[in-house]
């Protein structure tokens, strides 16, 4: 099978663009964790990070693979803090991530995983508007769930920037839906806690507020940021909104399961070494 560098490069796509993405396709491809990107262009041209990033999209869809919603990364100031950002970022969800809710993730499918609660939105209306409100959101989502997003990064020891970390589908991984959809009648998001366990340890703790204030004005950001690209959010996306507490690294044989009040649980299980390989 030919790798991703044996392709011929898009025209009018710059080398060093083709060379990042070639190297987290590689990554992902041979389980083999590669440098950091943002080596190869300036630190902090966050610009040309979305450009890898939609030209690996584009490899994917190519390939098959069908784009289903988005998640919004960076949504802790903490973490914004960390990287230098003011903003969050955004990937984007193929249906191939998706894990049954209960389920479990084959070994060796993730580089290193790290495993985060959050609020997803499933939409039943479009949102184009470049200045999306939390009205508009509101009425466009058909309902809420409770996720787990899967994080994982296919550069070296999680060594990222914003560069390194946008250029990689911010950092997608694998994700878990509940499956006793919520109508948003009547739930405060901002108000919501969650508490997220490993087995029986309790490792990430959190409150609807602490997701940019709260979940709907996440999906708003990035309604509102996608709709300025001229690729807007549409009825039927998942919409992954953001942590709710700190990620916790994840191990063979781990079992996670996060409950947020007003919405239910959702479980997910890694499969010890030797298994589902």
């Known amino acids: 099978m030919p790798t991703v560098t044996d392709r011929v490069p898009p025209d009018g796509v710059p080398p060093a663009v083709v060379k990042a993405a070639d190297a987290l396709v590689e990554a992902a491809r041979t389980g083999s964790a590669c440098p950091p990107v943002r080596t190869l262009f300036d630190?902090?041209?966050?610009?040309?990070?979305?450009?890898?990033?939609?030209?690996?999209?584009?490899?994917?869809?190519?390939?098959?693979?069908?784009?289903?919603?988005?998640?919004?990364?960076?949504?802790?100031?903490?973490?914004?803090?960390?990287?230098?950002?003011?903003?969050?970022?955004?990937?984007?969800?193929?249906?191939?991530?998706?894990?049954?809710?209960?389920?479990?993730?084959?070994?060796?499918?993730?580089?290193?995983?790290?495993?985060?609660?959050?609020?997803?939105?499933?939409?039943?209306?479009?949102?184009?508007?470049?200045?999306c409100t939390v009205v508009d959101v509101l009425r466009a989502t058909d309902f809420a769930l409770p996720a787990l997003e899967i994080v994982d990064s296919r550069v070296k020891d999680w060594d990222i920037s914003i560069v390194d970390t946008v250029a990689d589908n911010a950092s997608s991984g694998l994700f878990v839906l509940g499956d006793s959809p919520v109508p948003l009648t009547g739930v405060n998001l901002r108000s919501v806690r969650m508490t997220m366990t490993r087995g029986s340890e309790v490792v990430s703790e959190g409150t609807g507020a602490d997701c940019l204030g709260s979940p709907i004005n996440a999906a708003a950001w990035l309604a509102s940021a996608l709709a300025g690209m001229g690729d807007p959010l549409r009825a039927g996306d998942v919409v992954l909104t953001g942590a709710l507490g700190p990620m916790a690294p994840a191990a063979p044989g781990d079992v996670f399961e996060a409950r947020i009040s007003n919405l239910g649980t959702v479980r997910v299980g890694f499969a010890a070494e030797g298994e589902n390989q």
């Not at 869809?61 to 802790?76: F, N, W």
């Not at 809710?101 to 039943?124: F, I, N, T, Y």
């Open 43 to 131: 630190e902090g041209d966050i610009e040309t990070a979305y450009v890898v990033q939609r030209l690996n999209l584009q490899r994917g869809q190519a390939a098959g693979r069908r784009i289903i919603g988005r998640k919004i990364g960076l949504t802790s100031p903490a973490v914004q803090h960390q990287l230098g950002v003011d903003q969050p970022d955004f990937g984007a969800l193929f249906a191939d991530m998706a894990v049954p809710e209960g389920g479990e993730v084959p070994a060796r499918r993730l580089l290193q995983p790290k495993v985060e609660a959050e609020v997803a939105l499933v939409l039943g209306r479009d949102l184009p508007h470049r200045q």
